[in-house]
Protein backbone atom coordinates (compact mmCIF):
# COMPACT_ATOMS: atom_id res chain seq x y z
CA UNK A 1 0.00 0.00 0.00
CA UNK A 2 3.09 2.36 0.70
CA UNK A 3 4.03 2.64 -3.26
CA UNK A 4 0.90 3.39 -4.07
CA UNK A 5 0.76 6.05 -1.72
CA UNK A 6 4.04 7.12 -2.99
CA UNK A 7 2.73 6.44 -6.98
CA UNK A 8 -0.29 9.26 -6.20
CA UNK A 9 2.24 12.03 -4.77
CA UNK A 10 4.79 11.90 -7.39
CA UNK A 11 2.30 11.63 -10.12
CA UNK A 12 0.62 14.50 -8.68
CA UNK A 13 3.81 16.51 -7.73
CA UNK A 14 4.38 15.98 -11.65
CA UNK A 15 1.07 16.57 -12.44
CA UNK A 16 1.13 19.85 -11.35
CA UNK A 17 4.68 20.77 -11.93
CA UNK A 18 4.32 19.60 -16.06
CA UNK A 19 1.20 21.56 -16.44
CA UNK A 20 2.46 24.58 -14.89
CA UNK A 21 5.29 24.72 -16.73
CA UNK A 22 3.00 23.90 -20.31
CA UNK A 23 0.71 26.60 -19.18
CA UNK A 24 3.23 29.09 -17.76
CA UNK A 25 4.09 31.57 -20.58
CA UNK A 26 0.69 31.84 -22.11
CA UNK A 27 -0.84 32.66 -18.08
CA UNK A 28 2.21 34.69 -16.93
CA UNK A 29 1.85 36.96 -20.37
CA UNK A 30 -2.01 36.63 -20.21
CA UNK A 31 -1.91 35.45 -24.38
CA UNK A 32 -5.15 34.28 -25.66
CA UNK A 33 -5.81 30.41 -24.61
CA UNK A 34 -4.79 27.84 -26.99
CA UNK A 35 -5.99 24.31 -27.75
CA UNK A 36 -2.70 22.96 -25.96
CA UNK A 37 -3.61 24.83 -22.93
CA UNK A 38 -7.16 23.00 -23.06
CA UNK A 39 -5.69 19.78 -24.06
CA UNK A 40 -2.96 20.57 -20.54
CA UNK A 41 -5.99 21.69 -18.50
CA UNK A 42 -8.05 18.40 -19.42
CA UNK A 43 -5.14 16.21 -18.72
CA UNK A 44 -4.55 17.79 -15.81
CA UNK A 45 -7.79 16.99 -14.26
CA UNK A 46 -7.74 13.68 -15.71
CA UNK A 47 -4.40 13.09 -13.73
CA UNK A 48 -5.71 14.12 -10.33
CA UNK A 49 -8.55 12.21 -10.89
CA UNK A 50 -6.23 9.02 -11.42
CA UNK A 51 -4.05 10.24 -8.07
CA UNK A 52 -7.30 10.55 -6.34
CA UNK A 53 -8.92 7.10 -7.20
CA UNK A 54 -5.36 5.87 -6.78
CA UNK A 55 -5.17 7.32 -3.02
CA UNK A 56 -8.70 6.46 -2.12
CA UNK A 57 -7.26 2.60 -2.72
CA UNK A 58 -4.54 3.00 -0.64
CA UNK A 59 -4.73 2.32 3.15
CA UNK A 60 -2.74 5.17 3.62
CA UNK A 61 -4.32 8.52 4.95
CA UNK A 62 -1.18 10.81 4.73
CA UNK A 63 -1.62 11.27 1.15
CA UNK A 64 -5.14 12.03 1.08
CA UNK A 65 -4.63 14.73 3.47
CA UNK A 66 -2.10 16.84 1.84
CA UNK A 67 -4.53 16.21 -1.58
CA UNK A 68 -7.11 17.89 0.77
CA UNK A 69 -4.90 20.88 1.78
CA UNK A 70 -3.65 21.29 -1.61
CA UNK A 71 -7.46 21.46 -3.11
CA UNK A 72 -8.78 24.00 0.00
CA UNK A 73 -5.69 26.05 -1.24
CA UNK A 74 -6.80 25.98 -4.88
CA UNK A 75 -10.37 26.67 -3.97
CA UNK A 76 -9.67 29.76 -1.87
CA UNK A 77 -6.92 30.78 -4.38
CA UNK A 78 -9.93 30.65 -6.84
CA UNK A 79 -12.37 32.53 -4.85
CA UNK A 80 -9.12 35.18 -4.02
CA UNK A 81 -9.38 35.26 -8.21
CA UNK A 82 -12.96 35.93 -8.38
CA UNK A 83 -12.82 38.48 -5.94
CA UNK A 84 -9.61 40.25 -7.52
CA UNK A 85 -12.22 40.40 -10.87
CA UNK A 86 -15.11 41.85 -10.05
CA UNK A 87 -13.58 44.20 -7.39
CA UNK A 88 -10.32 45.30 -8.55
CA UNK A 89 -8.52 44.77 -5.67
CA UNK A 90 -5.00 44.46 -5.06
CA UNK A 91 -3.31 41.56 -3.67
CA UNK A 92 -0.03 41.08 -4.47
CA UNK A 93 0.92 38.96 -1.60
CA UNK A 94 -1.37 36.03 -3.16
CA UNK A 95 0.55 36.16 -6.94
CA UNK A 96 3.22 33.34 -6.20
CA UNK A 97 0.65 30.99 -4.09
CA UNK A 98 -1.45 31.63 -7.82
CA UNK A 99 1.65 30.87 -10.09
CA UNK A 100 1.80 27.44 -8.32
CA UNK A 101 -2.13 26.35 -8.78
CA UNK A 102 -3.91 28.63 -11.18
CA UNK A 103 -1.71 28.32 -14.34
CA UNK A 104 -2.84 24.92 -14.84
CA UNK A 105 -6.51 25.40 -15.49
CA UNK A 106 -5.77 28.33 -18.42
CA UNK A 107 -6.62 25.99 -20.79
CA UNK A 108 -10.30 27.09 -19.20
CA UNK A 109 -10.15 30.50 -20.80
CA UNK A 110 -10.59 29.02 -24.16
CA UNK A 111 -14.03 27.89 -23.63
CA UNK A 112 -14.97 30.80 -21.09
CA UNK A 113 -15.33 34.36 -22.05
CA UNK A 114 -14.18 36.07 -18.70
CA UNK A 115 -11.64 35.00 -16.20
CA UNK A 116 -14.33 35.80 -13.61
CA UNK A 117 -16.03 32.33 -14.93
CA UNK A 118 -12.80 30.38 -15.36
CA UNK A 119 -12.30 31.33 -11.79
CA UNK A 120 -15.99 29.85 -10.55
CA UNK A 121 -15.76 26.85 -12.75
CA UNK A 122 -12.00 26.50 -10.73
CA UNK A 123 -13.33 26.72 -7.52
CA UNK A 124 -16.71 24.80 -8.21
CA UNK A 125 -13.86 21.58 -9.31
CA UNK A 126 -11.71 22.31 -6.48
CA UNK A 127 -14.81 21.94 -4.19
CA UNK A 128 -15.75 19.08 -5.57
CA UNK A 129 -12.16 17.90 -5.14
CA UNK A 130 -11.87 18.70 -2.04
CA UNK A 131 -15.36 17.27 -0.96
CA UNK A 132 -14.10 13.72 -2.74
CA UNK A 133 -10.52 13.94 -0.50
CA UNK A 134 -12.94 14.54 2.06
CA UNK A 135 -15.32 11.17 1.35
CA UNK A 136 -11.86 9.15 0.79
CA UNK A 137 -10.59 10.43 4.20
CA UNK A 138 -13.37 9.36 6.04
CA UNK A 139 -13.65 5.70 4.13
CA UNK A 140 -10.34 5.13 4.68
CA UNK A 141 -10.72 5.41 8.58
Given at each position: MQSKSAIAIILSILTVIGAM????RE????SPATIANLIVTSVY???WIIVLVIS???ANRNPLRLFLVFWVITLLLAILTAYVNVSGAEVDWALPFA??????????NLLVGSFLTASIIIAIIS????????????RAR
Amino acid sequence: MQSKSAIAIILSILTVIGAMLLNFREFSMGSPATIANLIVTSVYIAAWIIVLVISAKSANRNPLRLFLVFWVITLLLAILTAYVNVSGAEVDWALPFALLVMGQWYGLNLLVGSFLTASIIIAIISLTMSIAVSLALRRAR
